[in-house]
């Protein structure tokens, strides 16, 4: 039930002739060089983080599988470290709320769908090494597109018909308060290890009208927290969003409960206005996925993405909300 957009703060390139989406300011040609140019140079180290965390997970699953079924053979035997991200600069989106946004590893609560690990690492561009202790925070809409603290709103309008059916003119991503309960499923967050890396489990996301399937992220420096297991304050220094492939996205969409979200088509990533801003550059906002088991990655999978992110670009940005009072987690 909610259109995703977003604002990043600062991860990596863009191309500038998609750096504007409903309203917000141009970059300058100056900074985009910049941020191409951070990635560029840090290419090289973010594909081995990212080759280094799967081989590590791959090791422990192959170790596993075997003490449990020999004779079963392994998805494991490779390494995909192509897939490096270095995040560029999108919308936020009208449906980010940090007041729902918990400290934890597991932000699934009870929603039904194909479990999903995130295994995120965070790529400092400013040294090309892993980033420790960087509150990575992510949501995404559930198996038939309701967003958590939103699910009053209709997943089946894009949000310009949502602001004309709410008679709203102006909307300021993360400022203007939509929300409509205080719901905090499929929303989580938590600061990376020392060798930069976090894990977050969750179910993969359904669609909702107008957008291709995706989960969002920010990542945070300097951060501090509310007594409720919420953020208090930090420095945002990346939002992003993150795509599957569609063969896999095909594969998981003809099972329920997504098979039942069948109101509105679902948008393809060969359509998705934002998907092409994310590529530029050469890098992919694709999570390189493999199934738990080895095997079958409808009963699970595990993704693999890396953020760079430009620690030279600090802000507290006008889309946080300091939490007022504690959530109560229904």
């Given at each position: ?15 500038a002739?998609?750096?504007?989406a409903?309203?917000d300011a ?8 910049r ?9 090289g ?7 280094k ?9 192959v170790k ?6 020999p ?12 897939t ?5 600069e999108?919308?936020m ?22 479990p999903?690990t995130?295994?995120i690492?965070?790529?400092d561009?400013?040294t ?5 202790n960087?509150?990575v925070?992510?949501w995404h ?6 967003y958590?603290s939103f699910?009053?709103l209709d ?14 003119t102006n ?14 499923w ?7 290890n020392?060798e930069?890396?976090?894990e ?10 107008g957008r ?10 300097h951060?501090t927290?509310a007594?409720?297991g919420?953020?208090r304050?930090?420095?945002?220094v990346s939002t992003g969003?993150l795509?599957?492939?569609e063969?896999?996205?095909?594969q ?8 039942r979200?069948t109101?509105?088509?679902r ?6 206005k ?6 530029a550059?050469g ?7 493999e199934?738990?088991?080895g ?5 699970g ?11 030279a670009n600090l802000s507290r ?9 504690p959530?109560?987690?229904?």
């Open positions: 039930m909610k259109f995703s957009t977003l604002l990043v703060a600062g991860s990596s390139l863009l191309s002739t998609v750096v504007q409903h309203g141009i970059l300058p040609r100056s900074e985009v060089q941020r191409d140019q951070l990635a560029r140079r840090c290419a180290a973010a594909g081995a983080f990212n080759a965390r799967m081989a590590k997970r791959s090791s422990s699953m596993r599988q075997a003490t449990t079924a004779e079963a053979e392994t998805h494991y035997k490779s390494i995909q470290n192509e490096c991200v270095m995040t560029p999108v919308i989106g009208p449906y980010v709320w940090p007041m729902s946004q918990l400290i934890r590893t597991d932000m699934s609560e009870d929603q039904p769908g194909v999903l995130l295994d690492g965070v790529l561009m400013a090309c090494e892993p980033l420790q960087a509150m925070s992510l809409c559930n198996a038939t597109g309701d958590s699910e009053e997943e089946n309008l894009t949000f310009t018909e949502l602001k004309e059916k709410l008679g709203l909307v300021t991503y993360g400022v203007t308060d939509l929300h409509t309960g205080n719901s905090t499929l929303r989580g967050m938590y600061p990376t020392k930069g890396m976090m977050m489990k969750t179910v993969f996301p359904g669609f909702y009208a291709a399937i995706h989960i969002h992220s920010q990542v945070f420096t951060w927290l007594p409720n919420t953020m304050s930090g420095d945002l969003q795509y599957f492939g063969e896999l996205t095909q998981v969409m003809a099972l329920e409960p997504y098979a979200h109101q509105i088509q948008t393809g990533n060969d359509v998705d934002f998907i092409g801003g994310s590529m550059g890098y992919s906002p694709f999570v390189a996925v199934p738990l088991d095997a079958d990655v409808t009963k999978m595990v993704g693999y993405i890396t953020l760079g992110v430009d620690t940005p006008p889309n946080y909300i300091e939490p007022a009072e959530v109560e987690k229904k």
